[in-house]
């Protein structure tokens, strides 16, 4: 069982960066793949990134990639996403999400845990 904490969240504007961070509970952070998925209003969550359990490898949506920058720190038991050039499309409830077992995965469907999310929201 893991707890995830999402924080970093806020009002920008088109451009603008921000960083998400995600603090896991447990002492098995490090065993996890994890995710960055986001929902804006009345559509279906959606995914955004993803890392493996060491760092090396990592998977982007292709609306996001070049522009965020997903990253772990597993000696923190922190999640991050760094966001650049942020666009109004990028609005929405961001949610980190861990995966138990295999491998990177673009499917929210293989994510075992949750956060309860953070709002971003970029205005024009």
């Known amino acids: 069982q893991v707890q995830l904490v999402e924080s970093g969240g806020g009002l920008v504007q088109t451009g603008d960066s921000l960083r998400l961070s995600c603090v896991a509970s447990g002492r098995t952070f490090s065993t996890y793949v994890m995710g960055w998925f986001r929902q804006a209003p009345g559509k279906e969550r959606e995914f955004v990134a993803t890392i493996t359990q060491s760092g090396i490898n990592t998977y982007y949506a292709s609306s996001v990639k070049g522009r965020f920058t997903i990253s772990r720190d597993n000696a923190k038991n922190t999640l991050y996403l760094q966001m650049n050039s942020l666009k109004p499309e990028d609005t929405a409830v961001y949610y980190c999400?861990?995966?138990?077992?295999?491998?990177?995965?673009?499917?929210?469907?293989?994510?075992?845990?949750w956060g309860q999310g953070t709002q971003v929201t970029v205005s024009s």
């Open positions: 999400a861990a995966r138990r077992l295999g491998t990177i995965s673009s499917s929210r469907n293989e994510y075992n845990y």
